[in-house]
């Protein structure tokens, strides 16, 4: 949960409308709860993840950001 309210915030801070901003939101979390205990997803991780989801056309987060 703090994974996603904290990468929603930024996200949208940053100029995301909200659809876009709960899209890498998901992203987030799902690297983190991939992880064993507590864990954060660094800037890198998060970009590289994100763009390889952008890359994948099939993917749902593809198609949300329209590529």
């Given at each position: 949960?703090?994974?996603?309210?904290?990468?929603?915030?930024?996200?949208?801070a940053a100029g995301f409308?909200?659809?876009?901003?709960?899209?890498?939101?998901?992203?987030?979390?799902?690297?983190?709860?991939?992880?064993?205990?507590?864990?954060?997803?660094?800037l890198d991780d998060l970009k590289?993840?994100?763009?390889?989801?952008?890359?994948?056309?099939?993917?749902?987060?593809?198609?949300?950001?329209?590529?």
């Amino acid at each position: 949960g703090d994974t996603v309210i904290a990468t929603v915030a930024v996200a949208f801070a940053a100029g995301f409308n909200l659809e876009h901003s709960a899209a890498l939101a998901i992203i987030a979390a799902g690297h983190v709860v991939q992880q064993v205990g507590t864990s954060i997803i660094k800037l890198d991780d998060l970009k590289r993840e994100f763009e390889a989801l952008l890359n994948d056309q099939s993917s749902e987060t593809a198609l949300t950001f329209g590529v």
